[in-house]
């Protein structure tokens, strides 16, 4: 496969790294470009594989390629990756990347952005026709899971999410470009809601073997079309219980039975839902920032105070910066407290600051 020119530094990824130390193997964050849909009458081929790769020493390797679908190339599936059949004449056919992809399947936990009902359904697919090991991957991540129970619902583009977390999307709709979008999505996923948080979404696949796959790609039966679109894959199950509500809605619930919310109530919501404080801490500075929770309900007028008091002389210890977690870092120190996050975005807010939609810079070594 050959070297992505797309820039990169490992740092990037530190998270990631860790999280593969967490679960026991190296993670592949991947992304296809295709002929088509799944629900589609005819085969889907894929024209572009593109992945990131990144192990538990913080190892990176980002890479892909072209691939010769050996059929015509529709329109509009062009129409939407500007692939063309002139640029796949020279390139290799599957059968020529399929054995590195089932390695892939077998070693590495798989990731992507809608993966679990597309990627790998259709790589199975391709897989199968091959003649090549099409068992699903042992173990997968698909980040609009955790964009699911992180209360944001079944809308949302992988450019939306990149928007969220503050990442910058490249080559949209380029199956490197797309692959290397998606891991620093979850890389941020991970600094903003927690490792466990996101472990939460891991999914473990039941084995669904060859025969069964290459009969699903020479038989586009409507009860697989419907499979696909629906909230997850067939054959797959959660490796933990995910809460039963979400955490905005958790919030909202408790607001209006007590009328306010405090860091003390953080560890009930979190375990309501089934995730970390911290995301509870970070869920309800977004609400109150698009206005969906009144900063009244949530101000802790003495905390409001010493921050008013020290908030000038942080903001230039930490460089004039936007991003909360250096400005908390500088008030820490200088107000002598543990500054709650919702706190420091009320009072940038009642300053008449923006505060940045980051709990700190990227590619930071620790995690929350």
């Given amino acids: ?36 849909l799944p629900s589609d009458k ?10 990131v790769v990144v192990t538990s ?13 050996q059929v015509t190339i529709p329109w509009h599936a062009t129409k939407i990756h500007g692939i063309q059949d002139r640029d796949v004449r020279d390139a290799p ?7 590195a992809i089932a390695a892939m399947f077998g070693k590495f936990a ?13 790589l199975q697919e391709n897989l199968a026709r091959a003649g090549q090991p099409c068992d699903a991957p042992a173990v997968q991540l698909d980040i609009r899971d955790v964009w699911r129970t992180n209360g944001h619902g079944e809308r949302g583009k992988l450019a939306d999410l990149a928007l969220h977390y503050g990442v910058d999307q490249v080559s949209a709709h380029r199956a490197v470009g797309d692959a290397l979008t998606t891991a620093r999505i979850l890389d941020a996923m991970i600094y903003r809601h927690g490792a466990d948080d996101v472990r939460r979404s891991l999914i473990e696949t039941l084995t669904v073997h060859c025969a069964a796959a290459e009969e699903t790609s020479q038989r586009r039966a409507p009860a697989a079309e419907a499979s696909v679109r629906g909230a997850g894959a067939a ?12 955490i905005k809605n958790a919030i909202a619930q408790h607001i209006e039975h007590a009328n306010r919310i405090s860091p003390a109530d953080y560890d ?3 375990a309501r839902c089934g995730v970390k404080p911290a995301s509870v801490s970070f869920q309800l500075s977004e609400m109150i920032t698009n206005g969906d929770v009144a900063p009244e309900h949530a101000a802790d007028q003495r905390v409001q105070t010493l921050i008013a008091v020290h908030l000038a002389a942080a903001r230039r210890q930490a460089g004039g910066t936007s991003l909360l977690k250096p400005l908390k870092a500088a008030l820490d120190a200088l107000a002598g407290i543990n500054v709650d996050y919702v706190q420091l975005r009320i009072a940038l807010l009642a300053h008449g600051q923006e505060p940045s939609a980051a709990h700190g810079s990227r590619g930071g070594p620790s995690m929350r």
């Fill in 93 to 99: 056919h599957f059968t020529a990347i399929a054995p």
């Fill in 110 to 122: 798989i990731v992507g952005f809608n993966s679990t009902a597309f990627d790998v359904r259709v």
């Fill in 235 to 246: 054959g797959r199950r959660p490796l933990q219980e995910r809460g039963g509500i979400s």
């Fill in 1 to 36: 496969m050959q070297n992505s020119a797309l820039s990169y530094e490992p740092s990037e990824f530190a998270l990631i790294a860790r999280l593969a130390r967490d679960i026991g193997r190296p993670i592949c964050v991947l992304d296809v470009e295709t002929t088509g």
């Fill in 42 to 51: 005819t085969p889907v081929a894929l024209v572009e594989f593109g992945y």
């Fill in 268 to 270: 009930t919501i979190a």
């Fill in 57 to 69: 020493d913080n190892e990176v390797k980002v890479a892909g390629t072209l691939v010769n679908p």
